[in-house]
Every structure is written in structure tokens, then in C-alpha cells.
């Protein structure tokens, strides 16, 4: 029933031992999606109960964690600045080492200070001199963000200076006078727009650290082409993979001082028409100005098992990225079992309509409940 095997290096074993096996990309190029298609078999041919868990390791990794200031106020203040004050809900322990204002608006600047306090009467300057900014007129620079020093503080205050900044129009009236063809006057005027900076929410954030991690690994690609659609101002990365558990994609490039919304996509069929979906979506950015120096080159995308996807680089105006090359990662997979010391076993898999089996796994869910660290065998 199943087209493939592959044989199990086990450690030399002197008793029952829980063991787990990594699968590998030969299996999941040819098992269907939830490997329905999988079965472990030992010596004699018989089957053998098993699970299927996301491997985890002891690295101690810092995640990023982000929720919404509730119920802020807002107060504006002379010389054209605006206050923002909030406090940390009651039920959330946590204190923020960092915020971000979300606002919608391009080419800005602005100067801001963080305060806090115990009592929401008595503040203590965080951040003194703290700088927003947004130069896409002039490159693709932003920053949104401000980082916050430790604080038991539970009482926030915001002051934004310049909040309604005159934003110099890129277009020009130009008036000419002639006489019999000869110019007499010229005069020229530019447009100057007093803008309101507006802000949609301010978003907390703090780093948590997980000890015990899910396993990540790096999954070669088969092959990826780059190609540029002028028209739509897109670059279009092609990607071809062996259908392994992939969480996100990396690029590589040199270039540098660049901000680009980018996503990736899967080729579905709607109405026995071929159209791409996207499944992730980031901000791939490499600043390196002054001392501003931020890369992220990484679109996470939801867990996806396809031999095909595509990465579209939103372009604008500016020129295409030199993409160099793509990295693909995923969670690393692994067969737990119970193993005999006396038994070999090994992986069959590929099969387009064997139903999943249904064992008994009582036993190895009980092991991995208690803590029990398998030991790892090879394909």
C-alpha cells in the first residue's frame, strides 16, 4: 500500500525506550497533508503505534509581545503639542519596555517624551528626547518606535511636540506674463498644507522569554527565479519546495536603506480557475543611516506544506531589490514511539488514499505528559 520505506538508526537501546525520529523532506514530499499516509513498522512488518509532535529544544528565545493602551486620553497643549496619558489595566502585570504610535501618515517628524508615574500626579521623565519619524520623501527610513527603560510605574504620559507640522507641498503654481512673446514676469508659489499628526492607537510591547521552544529548522529549496512586473511595480520571487512544514521565508540581499511591504502567496483554484492567495504578509526593511541601524528581511506566513509559492515585493517607485537568494524555514517533526530493544524498524509513507490510522497511544501520551525525554533516531 505505501510506495516508500526508509530504515530507523536507532542508538544501541538496552531496554524499552521512548524514541522520536525527525521526518524528513523525502517523506513529506511524498505524503499527503496531516500524513495520513505514514506508518511505522518494525521487523516482522507490523505495525507499530505512534504520534506525531512538534519537536522542542531548551533554547531560551525572547518573543516579542504587544497589546493596545486601553482608554487613553488626550489633551492638547500650548505651542502646538499634545498630551497622552493611560494607565495599564488592572488584570495585565506585565510593564511595557517599549511602545509604538501607529498613525497612518508619511513624511513626519516629531520630538516626544515618555513619563511615568505611581499615582498619575508625580511623573518621572523615561525618555527625554525621544524621535518619531518618517522620511519616505526622501528614503525608504521610518521609525515608530520607542524603547522604555524598567519602570514599577503603572501611569504613562505622552507629550508629542509640533503636532500640526506645515508640510510643504512637492507642487508649485507657476504664473509667466508675456508681451509679443517675450516673457515680462514670472512668479512662483508654493502650496503649504498645516497637517494634523494623527495617531490610531498606541501599541505596548515586551520581550517574553520561552526556555522550552519549538524546533525550528532550515528546508532546502528546489529552485527560485526573480522577475519584475514593471506595470504593477512588483518584484516576483518564484519558489519551489518539497512541500516541508514552512513558517516563513527569508530573503538575502545588499542592498540597504529600504522599506517595502511584501507577502507571500499560494497558487488556489476558484471556479477551475488558477489565483493566488496570500497566506503572510511583513515589512522588509534594512536601515543603515547614521546611527539607525534595523533589518528584518523575514515573512512569517501561516504553516503551509505547498510545492509552489510566490513572494511579491511591493516596489513603488524605487527601484528593484537585488534578491540573492531565499531561505526557507519550518518546525522540525518528529514519529514518538515506544521502541523494543530487540526490534528494528523502519518509515513507510506515500500513498494517495490510505486513511490515518487510529492506535492506542494511551502509553506515549502519558510518557510525554510526565515529561520523559525521547531519545532521537535518524531516517
Given at each position: 500500500q505505501l510506495r516508500y520505506s526508509k530504515p530507523l538508526e536507532l542508538p544501541t537501546l538496552v531496554k524499552e525506550e521512548l524514541v522520536a525520529v525527525p521526518l524528513d523532506s523525502d517523506v513529506y514530499d511524498a505524503t499527503r497533508d496531516n500524513l495520513p499516509d505514514l506508518r511505522l513498522l518494525d521487523g516482522d512488518g507490523k505495525e507499530v503505534a505512534y504520534v506525531v509532535k512538534q519537536a522542542t529544544t531548551k533554547e531560551s528565545r525572547r518573543e516579542r509581545r504587544s497589546w493596545n493602551a486601553k482608554d487613553p486620553s488626550v489633551r492638547p497643549?500650548?505651542?502646538?503639542g499634545l498630551e497622552i496619558t493611560f494607565e495599564l489595566e488592572e488584570s495585565r502585570d506585565e510593564q511595557p519596555e517599549g511602545l509604538k504610535l501607529i498613525s497612518p501618515l508619511r513624511n513626519f517628524e516629531h520630538r516626544v517624551q515618555v513619563l511615568s508615574s505611581a499615582d498619575g500626579e508625580n511623573w518621572e521623565p523615561l525618555v527625554e528626547d525621544g524621535l518619531i519619524f518618517d522620511y519616505s520623501r526622501f528614503m525608504d527610513a521610518r521609525n515608530d518606535s520607542l524603547e522604555l527603560p524598567?519602570?514599577?510605574?503603572?501611569h504613562f504620559r505622552i507629550?508629542?511636540?509640533?503636532?500640526?507640522?506645515?508640510q510643504q507641498s512637492q507642487l508649485m503654481e507657476l504664473t509667466r506674463r508675456l508681451r509679443n512673446e517675450n516673457e515680462t514676469d514670472r512668479s512662483e508659489r508654493v502650496m503649504v498644507d498645516r497637517?494634523?499628526?494623527r495617531i490610531d492607537r498606541i501599541e505596548l510591547w515586551t520581550n517574553v522569554v520561552r526556555n522550552d521552544v519549538p524546533r525550528e529548522t532550515s528546508y532546502p529549496l528546489t529552485?527560485?527565479?526573480?522577475e519584475q512586473d514593471a506595470e504593477a511595480?512588483?518584484?516576483?520571487?518564484?519558489?519551489?519546495s518539497r512541500r516541508e512544514p514552512l513558517t516563513s521565508f527569508i530573503?538575502?540581499?545588499?542592498?540597504?536603506?529600504?522599506?517595502?511591504?511584501a507577502r507571500v502567496e499560494i497558487e488556489q483554484q476558484r471556479g477551475g480557475q488558477p489565483h493566488w492567495r496570500a497566506i503572510g504578509s511583513a515589512n522588509l526593511s534594512q536601515i543603515d543611516f547614521r546611527n539607525l541601524r534595523r533589518s528584518n528581511l523575514e515573512v512569517p506566513i501561516s504553516e503551509s506544506r505547498q510545492p509552489k509559492y510566490r513572494v511579491v515585493i511591493e516596489n513603488r517607485d524605487s527601484p528593484p531589490l537585488d534578491i540573492t537568494g531565499v531561505e526557507a524555514r519550518g518546525p522540525v517533526y518528529q514519529v514518538v514511539f515506544l521502541a523494543n530493544p530487540k526490534q528494528a524498524y523502519r518509515l513507510a509513507y506515500g500513498n494517495s488514499s490510505l486513511g490515518a490510522p487510529n492506535y492506542d497511544t494511551a502509553a506515549l501520551a502519558a510518557s510525554l505528559a510526565e515529561g520523559y525525554k525521547p531519545i532521537e533516531a535518524t531516517l
Open positions: 497643549l500650548e505651542n502646538n524598567q519602570t514599577e510605574h503603572r507629550v508629542i511636540e509640533d503636532v500640526t507640522q506645515e497637517r494634523p499628526f529552485g527560485f527565479t526573480v511595480k512588483q518584484s516576483i520571487i518564484s519558489v519551489d530573503l538575502v540581499t545588499s542592498d540597504r536603506n529600504f522599506s517595502r511591504d
